[in-house]
């Protein structure tokens, strides 16, 4: 436990280039524990799996596809930056614990192949894991990085007995990095939704 305080203390203490790859390496620790978890758990789940079309689970064609997508990791994106700039009790923001929720119940997910389009084999799982959940993991590891530090309201302790930190929205500014950081999240979960609508619309 005192590891973990230590390891998320640090993460207000280094740039957010660095920051951002912490947490992108805590998110995929996270999704390929649930995943081991999962396999072992459900083991029927990869035996026989039933074929299914891709095309099943479009939304109309490529372009509304595509818009749904977007709008469904908007969702996620949203959620989680909302998180990190309300509030702070020492080091674990609402948004972080979200990052940390989405990658355990993606990793669950997959870990038992309870996907709308089951894969035939975990190999096939992966490699779609590599096409696209990856990029789409990594937008929302990317985006709770730069906004991490950037809390309008800290405690010391849950509950908050008293606030440490108030900021106001107009106070708030990003560096360069930041802003790059932003455009990187925004860059990935397009580019990922993009290849899922081609994908399922195909």
């Not at 957010?16 to 081991?36: D, E, G, H, N, S």
């Not at 990658?103 to 096939?124: D, M, R």
């Not at 800290?154 to 802003?179: G, N, Y």
Request: positive net charge.
């Amino acid at each position: 436990m005192k590891y973990a305080v230590r390891l998320l203390s640090s993460l207000y203490q280094v740039g957010p280039v660095k920051r951002t790859i912490i947490v992108w390496l805590l998110l995929q620790a996270v999704l390929w524990l649930f995943f081991a978890v999962g396999y072992v758990a459900k083991p029927e789940a990869w035996q026989d799996v039933p074929a299914v079309d891709p095309a099943s689970a479009a939304v109309g064609g490529e372009a509304s596809t595509l818009g749904y997508i977007v709008f469904r990791n908007l969702i996620v994106l949203l959620l989680i930056v909302g998180g990190n700039l309300l509030v702070r009790f020492g080091v674990v923001t609402p948004g972080l614990l979200i990052l940390v929720a989405q990658g355990a119940a993606i990793g669950w997910l997959a870990g038992t192949n309870g996907f709308e389009i089951p894969f035939s084999s975990v190999a096939a799982a992966n490699m779609q894991y590599l096409r696209i959940g990856l990029w789409e993991t990594s937008a929302y590891a990317v985006c709770c990085g730069f906004t991490l530090t950037k809390s309008l309201l800290v405690a010391d302790s849950f509950p908050a007995r008293q606030w440490t930190e108030t900021h106001t929205i107009r106070s708030l500014k990003f560096s360069r990095a930041e802003k790059v950081l932003a455009l990187l999240t925004l860059l990935l979960l397009v580019s990922a939704a993009l290849v899922e609508a081609l994908y399922l619309a195909s």
